[in-house]
């Protein structure tokens, strides 16, 4: 059996910048198996370019109200986000992040799922 297999990496790293790895359970469900892919149905919506890491766009994205101080950070005119949140606040973003992950994964395996079936229903169309 034949078994092709596309990995996607990122030109920035998964971590660092503004949100310094606070969210470890994120950057632990992206690394798995197709789970990187769930960025490229958040990514449909809004440009990836400019941010630090892969979770600093990712927690831009799902809490667009903290980009000014995501660039703050970026300009060296404001604290990262681990001295600007409380461990609860921290706790409850990560949170809604996994959930934002789980429902674009789920949502990328839908559309591919139909993208196959469409690609195997014209095959069986064009060879009757």
Same mark, same amino acid.
């Given at each position: 059996?034949? #078994?092709?297999?596309?990995?996607?990496? !990122?030109?920035? !790293?998964?971590?660092? =910048?503004?949100?310094?790895?606070?969210? !470890?359970?994120?950057?632990?469900?992206?690394?798995?198996?197709?789970?990187?892919?769930?960025?490229?149905?958040?990514?449909?919506?809004?440009?990836?370019? =400019?941010?630090?890491?892969?979770?600093?766009?990712?927690?831009?994205?799902?809490? !667009?109200?903290?980009?000014?101080?995501?660039?703050?950070?970026?300009?060296?005119?404001?604290?990262?986000?681990?001295?600007?949140?409380?461990?609860?606040?921290?706790?409850?973003?990560?949170?809604?992040?996994?959930?934002?992950? #789980?429902?674009?994964?789920?949502?990328?395996?839908?559309?591919?799922?139909?993208?196959?079936?469409?690609?195997?229903?014209?095959?069986? #169309?064009?060879?009757?």
């Amino acid at each position: 059996m034949l #078994e092709i297999r596309v990995c996607i990496r !990122p030109s920035v !790293p998964l971590s660092g =910048g503004a949100s310094e790895s606070v969210f !470890p359970k994120g950057e632990a469900w992206l690394q798995q198996d197709d789970h990187e892919n769930a960025l490229r149905v958040l990514a449909q919506s809004r440009p990836a370019q =400019g941010y630090r890491s892969v979770i600093d766009f990712l927690f831009c994205t799902v809490f !667009p109200w903290q980009q000014q101080a995501c660039q703050r950070f970026y300009d060296d005119k404001g604290p990262a986000l681990r001295d600007a949140s409380t461990d609860g606040q921290l706790a409850a973003y990560e949170r809604w992040l996994l959930a934002v992950l #789980e429902g674009a994964h789920a949502e990328w395996c839908k559309d591919r799922r139909r993208s196959w079936t469409k690609a195997l229903r014209r095959r069986r #169309e064009q060879s009757d």
